[in-house]
């Protein structure tokens, strides 16, 4: 029996409430097809849309970030819950399942805070993105040849605050939904935190947790079966393994893009480095069962 953080990527939540709801079903079968081999299941998941959604909503009240973090945490783990619940009961398996409201520290001298990075919520054209950096002083991106988006703050997590709740939790046979979002960013003030707007990358987070919690594996679910090299080219290369020392020199070499893989092979390389026999594996959900035989995904190890 392992234990298992599962980072869910975009592709396993969708853009509206009803279409989230209805995807959820499809992601929570390849979960319940590993908890039903035994394992300890833990589970992360991105914001993105939702979080921009939230936000863009609240803005007559100006709503601040940390609160739509919160916001999205509660109602896409309440999708996950319920689905999660269905499929478990569905197989007769006896497990309960929560979502924690999930508080990451950073740093508040982070110099990200003072540069935005992190693509949040919807896609936009360029028309459509130069009307809002002129309306509401966003700051927008090209996203990876998808269209633009606005970014926000993405400061680096150090600590989880309810990091002890999630062990007690996990060590007592529950699944736990945590760091949604990639967290609350909040920093240490006095006796207690306080939130900070901007974004954490989930990917970073969900390392930070698997790290604390003390997981065997990290699974970064995305959209692609494998990490490749030279992407969409002639000579692209699928990888089924690749070392630290490897992940290093492809990153050195610009071959993972930013805000797409480069930041999900960073958390599998710093997870992997973290203690002796800890991997990363980068997959896709619906091959999550298959990725943890060597059967899909790609295997960062530390050599």
Known sequence: MSRILIA????????????????????ARPIVDLIEKGHEVIIAHGNGPQVGMINLAMEEISMPFPECIAMSQGYIGYHLQN?????LNRRNINKNVVTIVTQVVVDENDEALQNPTKPIGRFYSKEEAEELVIAKGYKIIEDSGRGYRRVVASPKPT???????????????????TVGGGGIPVVKKDFGYEGVNGVIDKDFASGKIAELIDADYLFVLTAVD???INFGKEN???????????????IEKGQFAPGSMLPKVIAA??????RKGRQAIIASLEKAKEALVGESGTIIYNS
């Open 226 to 228: 494998r990490i490749a």
């Open 269 to 274: 390389v710093n997870f992997a480095k973290s």
């Open 8 to 27: 869910l990527g975009g592709n396993a939540l969708g853009d509206t409430p009803k279409e989230q709801f209805e995807l959820v079903k499809e992601t």
């Open 236 to 250: 692209q290369i699928n990888l089924d393994k690749m070392s630290i020392e490897e992940a290093y020199r492809y």
């Open 83 to 87: 689905r999660i619940y269905e499929e």
């Open 159 to 177: 600590d989880i605050v309810e990091k002890e709740c999630i062990k007690t939790l996990v060590k007592d046979g529950h699944i736990v939904i």
